[in-house]
């Protein structure tokens, strides 16, 4: 793999229902990120992390969790879906997590919550 | 308040067609980039200013930052249509990290 995968592309998910979607990427960066973009709202963080064992929220973390164990994964929880959570969800990385870095994107998660 | 402001929020042109899109806010940054978001995909970084003032080009496009790093420009010259995507602009600074404006959609219809 090359760069940064997604898994799944897209996923139909009953309302209270829990969901971890996977995020990995192969380039040794230290910083990763997840992102919900929506119509009208634009991309927004919901949890990142700076290094591995270390998180922290972003703007939109009520609902979601995440962990770092390692430097190549940051999966994202939803402890209990809520149609609200209907939304793509983009996990990227950077180098070092410094303000400026480039950021590199994943493909995407189509996520919709019935 | 909104920290970023991009406008249009949509335009549509023909090809061949010049377009300036913009990205402004009353806060000064200390970088800002710019990323194109193609339809089914994740953003991909286009340029970075940094200095106030400064322009860069890629190939049609050219980049400028304001003279006060308030604010950026995007200018795409004979646009075509694989210019169509989302244009986000996301400020430096350690207040502003991993902000995005909302975007300007473009279509550049053949």
């Known amino acids: 793999i090359a760069g940064i995968t997604q898994a799944p592309t897209s996923q139909i998910l009953a309302a209270g229902r829990r969901m971890t979607l996977r995020c990995t990427q192969d380039?040794?960066?230290?910083?990763m990120y997840w992102y919900r973009q929506d119509l009208g709202l634009g991309l927004r963080l919901i949890h990142y992390s700076n290094t591995a064992g270390t998180t922290g929220k972003g703007e939109v973390p009520d609902g979601y969790s995440v962990s770092r164990a390692n430097t190549d994964d940051f999966p994202l929880t939803l402890a209990s879906a809520v149609p609200s959570q209907t939304s793509v969800y983009f996990c990227?990385?950077?180098?070092?997590?410094?303000?400026?870095?480039?950021?590199?994107f994943g493909p995407g998660t189509r996520l919709t919550v019935l | 308040t909104q920290l970023l402001e991009q406008s249009p929020q949509f335009l549509s042109i023909q090809e061949g067609e010049n377009l300036t899109v913009y990205c402004n806010s009353s806060s000064v940054f200390s970088s800002l980039q710019w990323y194109r978001q193609e339809p089914g995909e994740g953003p991909v970084l286009l340029v970075t200013v940094v200095t106030g003032g400064e322009v860069k080009k890629l190939k049609r496009l050219t980049f400028q930052f304001g003279d006060a790093r308030k604010d950026s420009s995007l200018h795409i010259t004979a646009a075509q249509p694989g210019d169509t995507g989302l244009y986000l602009c996301s400020p430096g600074g350690s207040n502003y990290k991993l902000t995005f404006g909302k975007g300007t959609l473009l279509t550049v219809n053949p």
């Open positions: 990227a990385s950077s180098f070092s997590g410094a303000s400026g870095d480039e950021q590199f």
């Open positions: 380039m040794r960066h230290n910083a």
